[in-house]
């Protein structure tokens, strides 16, 4: 059983910051690549970044220079520091990894999401 938790959403101005966090949990034997995929209302869930476990960034064109993807592979966390946001930036925003158990299965897990609202 493998679980991932985020947290940090919340409703932010235009211009502002936030900061999502996501552990991942449970029967891991090791997790490689980690991210971050958004959905926004009445559109298909996107990627936003994603982190390999030699820290290895890829970002999505449009949050490319405001946000930043890290990684603690101690604390199997990733985290998402977002400035600058814009209204655009509204979505659920879910934590992704793929995950080895401790059985040998290969997991691609997702966390429940958490929801960031940028609005004045």
């Known amino acids: 059983q493998v679980e991932l938790v985020e947290s940090g959403g919340g409703l932010v101005q235009p211009g502002g910051s936030l900061r999502l966090s996501c552990a991942a949990s449970?029967?891991?034997?090791?997790?490689?690549?980690m991210g971050w995929y958004r959905q926004a209302p009445g559109k298909w869930r996107e990627l936003v970044a994603t982190i390999t476990s030699n820290d290895v960034i890829n970002y999505e064109d449009s949050v490319k220079g405001r946000f930043t993807i890290s990684r603690d592979n101690a604390k199997n966390s990733i985290y998402l520091q977002m400035n600058n946001v814009r209204p655009e930036d509204t979505a659920v925003y879910y934590c992704?990894?793929?995950?080895?158990?401790?059985?040998?299965?290969?997991?691609?897990?997702w966390g429940q999401g958490t929801l960031v609202t940028v609005s004045s």
């Open positions: 992704n990894a793929d995950v080895i158990t401790d059985f040998g299965n290969v997991l691609d897990a």
């Open positions: 449970g029967s891991i034997f090791r997790v490689d690549t």
